[in-house]
């Protein structure tokens, strides 16, 4: 048995989770709503606020969807409720950014600037001209836009300039010597 997937997903008061007969879950809460399809041979129901997910089958590829299945129901559930954010910090001499409408507005050192545009779901905030915000429902999305923004420049080894995540830690390499 999966060790995650046997864990049962407790609901929160004010969320509402509808689990279809083709395996649809649909997701409600103060946030907003998700939904998702559940994998072939994978099931899950709903009892006494808690998702249970099981699997009929025993192959391999199977297995492996269950616990899948059972984090990305939690992930779900949570998104709903309190929603998911992740933190960049932008590191550099000149360095910045600005939300302007649905587009953020990038100066990354670059002859021109990097304009993003914001995905409906999500929502990007700036403080200090360097610290972005990222939040949304959806953990995958979240995720998504913050590598995207981080991958128009990654930090670099040996000043430190780019974009990082805010737990992120650079490791630093010294420069050449002259001798």
């Known amino acids: 048995m999966s060790r995650i997937g046997k864990l049962a997903v407790e609901i929160p008061d004010k969320v509402k989770v509808n689990i279809g007969a083709d395996g649809a879950v649909k997701v409600e809460g103060p946030k907003g709503n998700l939904s998702w399809t559940l994998p072939r041979d994978i099931k899950a129901s709903v009892t006494d606020n808690r998702i249970s997910v ?103 080894p040996y000043k430190g300039k780019g974009v990082r995540y805010s737990d992120e830690i650079v490791r630093r390499k010294e420069g050449k010597t002259v001798q």
């Open 54 to 156: 099981v699997r009929e089958a025993e192959t391999r590829s199977v297995k492996a969807l269950h616990g899948l299945s059972r984090a990305l129901i939690n992930n779900m559930v949570r998104g709903v409720s309190e929603g998911f954010t992740k933190d960049l910090e932008i590191e550099g001499v000149g360095f910045k950014a600005a939300v302007q409408g649905q587009k953020l507005n990038l100066s990354l050192g670059f002859s021109h600037p990097i304009l993003f545009p914001i995905p409906k779901d999500i929502k990007i905030s700036v403080t200090e001209n360097t610290k972005l915000t990222i939040s949304g429902i959806d953990k995958k999305l979240v995720g998504q836009v913050a590598a995207d923004i981080r991958g128009y420049y990654p930090p670099e």
